[in-house]
């Protein structure tokens, strides 16, 4: 009961914002909802958006600034093109802040939101992300509801969306806040392109505006696009075809999903990939999508066909169309770790009506018993849903992960002191680390690892970064951090901050100028340089 | 008629609970004063965060003021030290004092004042312990959440 507590708190202290996302993305399903609809369906839907849209927010309770160091870039973007809006100088604005892509789409949206409801951009940043994640859930719920017309199942489906694994919601700790809103957004479009089998002209132009804008939101999007719709082309082919043609396609699908999940395995770096999806929930869909298969057989091939097109993208290199990113695949593994909680959830939604429809089929020859059967029936299942949720939300964590929340109550109160007593041409050394997001390379870049990073965007200090592991008492490491004008160096006691002990061996080169609880600042001195 | 006699109602018990924290101490009143505790114990109104050093010439009293009314303050240690006290810029929740430099494990005795009407808000006794939390651990953090890597490695 406490996460409710926490989110109705976080809820009452953002509500302007919270409610202006929610209006914001509720946009997205004027063409994709139809509003006839049967009042069980729209009591479910309701709840369920109103108790993840609580426990989401649950997240805002300790956390002062958006995590990870992603976040930084989005906060110089955003406030960049707010400037933009504010001085009528938005084109000049968008060509600066980014020259090489980044995710315009969310930034012009987050940029509006912040300017439109009056809010600071961290906040606007954090509460339109876990807004989105509330959202993630929604397309998944309607999709399996248009096909089966089964409330448990989909409601089943809704639930593995949002809280089956801890991806996708994990990948706000990375900062993953573009990702995130393309996925939502590729749902809708899935959701609307199933929707409308007889598409005119109109729909056709919302159908590409909507590629468009979500391929703004995350170029990657339009990857999924393509593989969603290959999948679709490939599963309706397969509908046509004889038994034992179908039998043989489906031991080769499952056979290179196999495969391709050995070779991922096999890789240090892309197995964590799918490290979210090894638990329970995963064995649960496995073992209900036979049912899919029987009774949803062109839905499961589409299901089985995106999975395999995920996994391929990951070996798939992209040097031959865009050589200056040399090292990048069709889809990044953080990008596909995120997303494939998508198909399994459906899997799972299938898995559940397929069930039902069997045991449905198996109770036809006693027809006197049909309608006491039914209920019952549609009872057990809502008990088996509610006692999964019950199990999984139970082992679910709402809250910050200590991996990726850089600023904590010590470095709120180290920025303002920095802010305030030291010079403007101060220039502060912060930690940073080398990441690696791409196997077989040997190329690696340095990304901040602590608090430091937002020294920058809040203090206007200047921050230079170096590997955390640097050697402090070496001799060679004073004269180049002197060489490069350092003044202060700036610590927490996060694992991948500088280390205290280091910087103590010397207390004639380091000489602690502020102490907190958690963090310190160290003013450099005996350099031999005057400023 | 029964709306409006609601809306007094609740509107007194909202009043009631707003003021309940940074109430004026009438002389003749025999309620304690509110004590001054630790954040990761309860941080309702205002608490105390630790303590830190600047340039081991001042000792910085770290505090944490959930209640607005409790965030423009300055500090009596001892009776006779006056902390000066600054809300941070971007998170003005997050309050600290600097004042005369005391000794690691030196026991002090915190008054926490308003500003604004000179009224004693809260008060409390503790040992300083620089660089490190004094009070246990925060009981309802999360702890069964497995540690996931760290991005992307």
Redesign the interface.
């Known amino acids: 009961m406490?996460i409710f507590f926490d989110g109705v708190q976080a809820l009452s202290q953002n509500w302007v914002l919270v409610v202006g996302a929610t209006l914001v993305l509720s946009l997205n399903f004027l063409f994709s909802l139809k509003a006839k609809q049967e009042i069980s369906f729209k009591i479910t839907l309701a709840l369920f958006f109103l108790a993840s849209l609580l426990l989401r927010l649950a997240y805002l309770r300790d956390i002062?600034l958006p995590p990870?160091f992603d976040s930084v870039e989005h906060l110089r973007i955003i406030n960049a093109l707010l400037d933009g809006w504010k001085s009528h100088t938005l084109l000049d604005s968008t060509s600066n802040v980014t020259p090489t892509y980044y995710h315009l789409g969310y930034h012009l949206l987050a940029s509006l939101l912040t300017l439109t409801l009056g809010a600071k951009t961290p906040n606007m940043m954090l509460v339109f992300g876990q807004v989105v994640l509330t959202f993630i859930p929604i397309p998944v719920f309607l999709l399996i509801w248009q096909k089966t017309k089964d409330l448990p199942s989909a409601l089943f489906a809704a639930l593995l969306a949002g809280f089956g694994w801890?991806m996708p919601a994990?990948a706000v700790?990375?900062g993953k806040y573009p990702a995130l809103l393309g996925i939502f957004f590729f749902e809708i479009l899935l959701l609307s392109f199933q929707q409308d089998k007889k598409r005119n002209s109109f729909t056709k132009i919302l159908i590409f505006l909507g590629i468009l804008i979500a391929t703004i939101i995350h170029t990657r999007v339009l990857i999924l696009i393509l593989i969603a719709y290959t999948s679709w082309i490939f599963a309706k082919e397969i509908k046509d075809f004889s038994v034992d043609k179908k039998n043989s396609i489906i031991r080769i699908l499952l056979f290179s999903i196999f495969i391709y999940l050995l070779s991922i395995q096999e890789d240090?770096?892309l197995k964590?990939a799918l490290?979210p999806y090894l638990n329970n929930t995963s064995l649960l869909i496995l073992i209900l999508s036979p049912f899919a298969l029987k009774k949803y057989p062109r839905e499961t091939y589409f299901i089985l066909f995106f999975i395999l097109f995920l996994l391929v993208t990951l070996f798939i290199p992209t040097a031959w169309a865009l050589p200056q990113f040399p090292d990048q695949t069709l889809l990044d593994?953080?990008f596909v770790e995120i997303i494939l909680f998508f198909p399994l959830a459906l899997l799972g939604g299938f898995g559940l009506a397929g069930l039902v429809r069997t045991l449905q089929d198996l109770s036809r020859p006693y027809a006197q018993m049909q309608d006491k059967s039914r209920t019952t029936r549609n009872t057990l299942f809502f008990i088996f849903v509610l006692l999964f949720s019950f199990f999984t939300l139970k082992?679910y964590?709402f809250?910050p992960?200590a991996?990726?929340d850089f600023v904590g109550?010590?470095d709120?109160?180290a920025?303002?002191?920095l802010?305030?007593n030291l010079p403007q041409d101060t220039q502060i050394l912060i930690a940073g680390n080398q990441?690696?997001?791409v196997p077989n390379t040997t190329s690696s870049s340095l990304v901040a690892s602590d608090a430091g990073i937002w020294i920058t965007p809040?203090t206007g200090r200047k921050s230079i970064m170096l590997s955390h592991h640097l050697d402090f008492p070496s001799q060679e490491i004073f004269e180049e951090l002197c060489k490069k004008e350092i003044d202060y160096i700036y610590l927490d006691n996060t694992?991948?901050s500088f280390k205290y002990s280091q910087l103590d061996k010397k207390p004639e080169w380091y000489k602690?100028?502020?102490?907190?609880?958690s963090t310190s600042i160290y003013q450099l001195q005996s350099c031999s340089y005057e400023k | 008629m029964k709306k409006i006699f609601f809306l007094i109602l609740v509107s007194l018990l909202l009043l009631s609970a707003c003021s309940s924290a940074p109430a004026p101490q009438k002389e003749s009143s025999p309620t304690p004063l509110p004590s001054l505790p630790y954040c990761n114990e309860d941080d309702t109104d205002i608490c105390l965060e630790g303590f830190g050093q600047e340039s081991e010439e001042q000792t910085i009293i770290l505090l944490k003021a959930n209640n607005q009314n409790c965030r423009d303050i300055y500090l009596l240690v001892d009776e006779d030290n006056t902390f000066t006290c600054l809300q941070t810029e971007e998170f003005p929740i997050n309050i600290y004092c600097s004042g005369l430099l005391f000794q690691n494990e030196e026991e002090i005795f915190i008054e926490v004042y308003s500003n604004l009407n000179e009224k004693l808000i809260a008060q409390g006794e503790f040992t300083i312990q620089y660089g490190a939390y004094h009070a246990p651990p925060n009981l309802q953090a999360p702890t069964s959440y497995p540690n996931y890597p760290n991005y992307p490695n």
């Not at chain 1, 602690?512 to 609880?517: A, M, S």
């Open positions: 406490q002062y990870y801890y994990f700790n990375w240090p770096l964590l490290e593994r953080p082992n964590d809250y992960s991996c990726c109550y010590d709120t109160l920025f303002d002191w802010d305030k990441l690696n997001v809040l694992s991948q602690q100028t502020l102490i907190l609880p």
